[in-house]
């Protein structure tokens, strides 16, 4: 099975969304309900799914983009991203690895898939950084401690250094953000990492231009983790 470079010899590759034994079967209906538009899109930004112990904010399904099948987006391996290893040794995961873009990704554009298990809220790990919510009203998340695809190597954007011609030149934001989508390929609902900006998304309150946003060929993949889940390592 091909796997994408610098992927852990160690870790299962995933190339589908995997059901844990504990989901209901309302829970596999929810996930497996196509939203009620019909409408394809190749890119849209979604209210983002956080760190499993922090609130998120979902609007109805039928706001949800449907991916189609054909998406790069939802390949495995994935050609839209690159797992590099970080050589910056101002970086905090330094002498860890990152997720890189391969390509120019335009504002609010779906990036990669996030996969993982599926579990409902009652088996989750305390001890997983890979655990975050698909949807907190089902009770339905995503692990991807013990197996995923290249989503899971996306890093926080917290004290990232900005380095230009002259060094160091400020520290970095978030340019992507956790949301779901239905996936054809997989046909259910699953978190996606997307692009900020776009003018369709945003925190609530706080749309960005629609110029705004987007992410560079070889530019690091950023997202906020959430501070509950700074607050819970201190």
């Not at 998340?141 to 917290?158: H, I, K, S, T």
Request: proline share 8%; aromatic share 8%.
């Amino acid at each position: 099975m091909s796997r994408p470079k610098n992927w852990p010899p160690s870790l299962p590759y995933f190339k589908a969304p995997q059901h844990g034994k504990d989901l209901t079967p309302a829970q596999l209906q929810f996930l497996r309900t196509k939203p009620t538009t019909s409408k394809h899109r190749s890119h849209q930004q979604l209210p983002h799914a956080n760190n499993n112990n922090n609130n998120n904010d979902h609007d109805d399904d039928s706001t949800l983009p449907i991916i189609p099948a054909s998406s790069a987006a939802t390949e495995t391996p994935c050609p839209r991203v690159k797992i590099l290893p970080i050589t910056n040794p101002l970086h905090p995961a330094h002498g860890q690895f990152g997720l890189f873009a391969a390509t120019n990704i335009l504002p609010g554009e779906l990036i990669v898939a996030y996969l993982g298990r599926l579990h409902g809220g009652s088996t989750t790990s305390e001890e997983s950084d890979y655990d975050i919510w698909l949807e907190r009203e089902m009770d339905v998340a995503v692990d991807a401690a013990l197996g995923g695809n290249e989503g899971r190597f996306v890093n926080d954007y917290r004290g990232v250094p900005v380095v230009g011609a002259s060094g160091v030149v400020g520290k970095g934001r978030p340019n992507a953000r956790f949301g779901n989508a239905f996936c054809e390929r997989w046909g259910e609902v699953c978190v996606g990492v997307w692009a900020v900006g776009g003018g369709g998304g945003g925190k609530k309150g706080k749309k960005k231009k629609g110029g705004e946003g987007g992410i560079r060929k070889g530019d690091e993949i950023l997202v906020s983790y959430g501070k509950g889940f700074w607050e819970e390592r201190r």
